[in-house]
């Protein structure tokens, strides 16, 4: 009798239940019953609508840059959907309930509004196959050990030549028909358009706007890596025991630049209408080459970190560059930006001003090359570096002179232990 009063209600949208261990707790209008009784959970019968979510104060809209989900598929509770671009990142659209998906309302490269309606999903239990397939491809894949009909197969053309030769070659031998698919190589002159990203536009406006608004200039240098190269291979292991990350050259870029900003502060300060800025903080950006485009994630208050501090910021927002995951506060501020072309295999280049900075250190190959030391040709790794400033606020003696305390520094890593 109470089964049949409880489901009724249920049925008449009344009741809601949620699975204990022992039992079911149930509520109908308002009163709690426990029961032994078991009940499926029941679901609306009324589609939910998926608007894009809030993406940031700063942003209000974004491009649909991929449909993670069709029309069709079951949709666990919080899983990803769809994946908006934004000028500045990435952000995955996921589902507030578990259910299929029944329709989708804008099509991939679409611009929308934060809390546009873009997809609706039939709330409903997960279909009773839906996880067993990849359980029965994991168990047949670590089942491996039939692999010895594999090698049963490889031997068994020596004894079957003529079968091979009668039917299966000569169908495996047509298939050379696909030289036709050349067809569309060289000599076809062809052209595709593709819509830029919101990040690739924001790149190509960032850049055009530093390049209207500062006098650029570089000034160039060469470091000999000898010494930092020395002092990483001894210590490397000991570094990576204690701290848990490597140690790498970066670190010691960072706090060589650190250091060489706070002995010439203009290098740290900015232009803001007819004011100069002077930043009595040292926020450093790291340009990080990500899947979407380049991203210059933010190492705040370098003046206070440690050579492992910085390494694991480093790692850590380089993962999230790398998995689409990094964040708006991420990449927030900044004072400096530091780049390394050489990692892509760069000899030397002009690195642009990350707006609204004034000036941006760009490290380069390590390559080994001949120079006179003491009087004596000696092969050395060396590294060109570049600075590029803004010459309306800093003058060409002090970024001269701030390239060069960067490379005292870096050529002899003590002076940044001892804060020389």
């Known amino acids: 009798?109470?089964?049949?009063?409880?489901?009724?209600?249920?049925?008449?949208?009344?009741?809601?239940?949620?699975?204990?261990?022992?039992?079911?707790?149930?509520?109908?209008?308002?009163?709690?019953f426990q029961s032994q009784i078991i009940f499926l959970r029941s679901f609306s019968s009324n589609p939910v609508d998926i608007p894009l979510p809030p993406l940031a104060d700063s942003i209000d809209r974004g491009i649909l840059a991929s449909w993670e989900k069709k029309v069709g598929d079951y949709v666990a509770v919080d899983?990803?959907?769809?994946?908006?671009?934004?000028?500045?990142?990435?952000?995955?659209?996921?589902?507030?309930?578990?259910?299929?998906?029944?329709?989708?309302l804008a099509e991939e490269g679409d611009d929308l509004e934060v809390g546009q309606i873009i997809a609706r999903i039939m709330p409903k239990e997960a279909p009773a196959g839906a996880e067993k397939p990849?359980?029965?491809?994991?168990?047949?894949?670590?089942?491996?050990?039939?692999?010895?009909?594999?090698?049963?197969?490889?031997?068994?053309?020596?004894?079957?030549?003529?079968?091979?030769?009668?039917?299966?070659?000569?169908?495996?031998?047509?298939?050379?028909?696909?030289?036709?698919?050349?067809?569309?190589?060289?000599g076809?002159?062809?052209?595709?358009?593709?819509?830029?990203?919101?990040?690739?536009?924001?790149i190509a406006s960032r850049l055009k706007e530093s390049q209207n608004t500062a006098a650029s200039l570089t000034t160039f240098n060469e470091i000999d890596m000898s010494n930092l190269m020395a002092m990483r291979n001894k210590y490397k292991d000991t570094f990576l025991n204690k701290h848990g990350v490597k140690?790498?050259?970066?670190?010691a870029f960072v706090a060589a630049a650190t250091a060489a900003l706070q002995e010439i502060p203009a290098v740290n300060g900015r232009?803001?209408?007819?004011?100069?800025?002077?930043?009595?903080?040292?926020?450093?950006?790291?340009?990080?080459?990500s899947p979407r485009g380049l991203v210059v994630p933010v190492l705040r208050n370098c003046e206070t970190k440690s050579f492992a501090d910085i390494e694991a910021n480093i790692v850590e927002l380089g993962t999230k560059a790398r998995n689409n995951t990094i964040t708006l506060e991420d990449m927030a501020g900044g004072t400096f930006t530091v780049t390394n072309g050489g990692i892509f295999g760069s000899l030397m280049s002009t690195p642009?001003?990350?707006?609204?900075?004034?000036?941006?250190l760009g490290m380069h190959a390590i390559k080994e090359r001949p120079v006179v030391v003491n009087g004596e040709i000696v092969i050395r790794p060396?590294?060109?570096?570049?600075?590029?400033?803004?010459?309306?606020?800093?003058?060409?003696?002090?970024?001269?002179t701030f390239l060069k305390s960067i490379k005292e520094k870096v050529e002899d890593p003590e002076r940044l232990l001892l804060g020389l």
């Open 271 to 289: 232009i803001e209408d007819d004011h100069i800025v002077y930043n009595e903080f040292i926020d450093i950006s790291v340009a990080v080459s």
């Open 134 to 186: 990849a359980d029965a491809a994991a168990i047949a894949a670590s089942t491996s050990p039939p692999a010895p009909s594999a090698p049963a197969a490889e031997k068994a053309p020596t004894p079957a030549p003529t079968a091979a030769a009668h039917t299966p070659a000569p169908k495996a031998a047509t298939p050379t028909l696909a030289p036709a698919v050349p067809a569309s190589v060289p």
């Open 352 to 360: 642009m001003i990350n707006q609204p900075q004034s000036a941006i």
């Open 79 to 104: 899983e990803t959907i769809a994946v908006i671009d934004t000028d500045k990142v990435s952000v995955d659209v996921k589902s507030p309930e578990g259910g299929e998906l029944i329709e989708t």
């Open 188 to 202: 076809s002159r062809e052209k595709k358009m593709v819509k830029m990203t919101p990040m690739r536009m924001k």
């Open 1 to 32: 009798m109470l089964k049949s009063v409880l489901l009724g209600a249920a049925r008449a949208g009344s009741v809601s239940t949620r699975s204990l261990k022992s039992s079911r707790v149930v509520n109908v209008n308002g009163f709690a």
């Open 247 to 251: 140690l790498g050259f970066m670190s």
């Open 382 to 400: 060396m590294m060109y570096v570049a600075l590029t400033y803004d010459h309306r606020l800093i003058d060409g003696r002090e970024s001269v």
